[in-house]
C-alpha cells in the first residue's frame, strides 16, 4: 500500500535494520525496542492485521513463525516473547501486519501485558 511505512520499508524506500530477509517476509530491528532485542517480522504482502487474513494467507503465517523460531535461533535466544497486536484498542499502531519478537531484559516485566 502507497501510504504504509512497513510496505515503504519493504521495498527499501525507508532504511531499515535488517535482521532476516526471503521472498515473502522482511525482518528488521524496532526503532524504539522493548526489550533487549526488538526485531519486528513483517509479510511483504500488505496485510492490515489479523482481522484482515483469510483462508489464502494460512501459510504465510506459518511463515511467519518459522522465520521468528529461526531469528531467535541465530540469535541464541533460551527464551522470548511473540507479540502480535491487533486493532488500536489492541495496541496496533501500524497497520501492516507484523509479528514483535522480544528477548531478554523485558519492558513486560515491569509493566504488566
Ligand atoms: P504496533 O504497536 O504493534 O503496531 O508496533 C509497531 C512498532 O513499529 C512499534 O514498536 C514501533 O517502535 C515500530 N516502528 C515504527 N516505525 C518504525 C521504523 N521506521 N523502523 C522500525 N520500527 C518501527
Known amino acids: 500500500m502507497e501510504d504504509c511505512i512497513f ?4 521495498k527499501g524506500e ?3 535494520e535488517k535482521v532476516f530477509e526471503n521472498e515473502n ?9 522493548k526489550a533487549k532485542v526488538h526485531v519486528l517480522i513483517i509479510t511483504k504482502k ?5 482481522k484482515h487474513l483469510e ?3 494460512a501459510k504465510l503465517i506459518g511463515e511467519l513463525f518459522l522465520a521468528a523460531q529461526k531469528i531467535a535461533k541465530e540469535k541464541n535466544m533460551e527464551g522470548y516473547k511473540l507479540v502480535v497486536n491487533v486493532g488500536r484498542e489492541g495496541g496496533q499502531v501500524v497497520d501492516h501486519l507484523h509479528l514483535h519478537l522480544l528477548s531478554g531484559d523485558f519492558w513486560f516485566n515491569k509493566h504488566q501485558l
Open 7 to 10: 510496505c515503504k520499508i519493504a
Open 14 to 16: 525507508i532504511p531499515s
Open 25 to 33: 517476509l522482511l525482518a528488521f530491528n524496532d526503532i524504539n525496542p
Open 46 to 50: 500488505h496485510i492490515e492485521s489479523v
Open 55 to 57: 483462508e489464502i494467507d
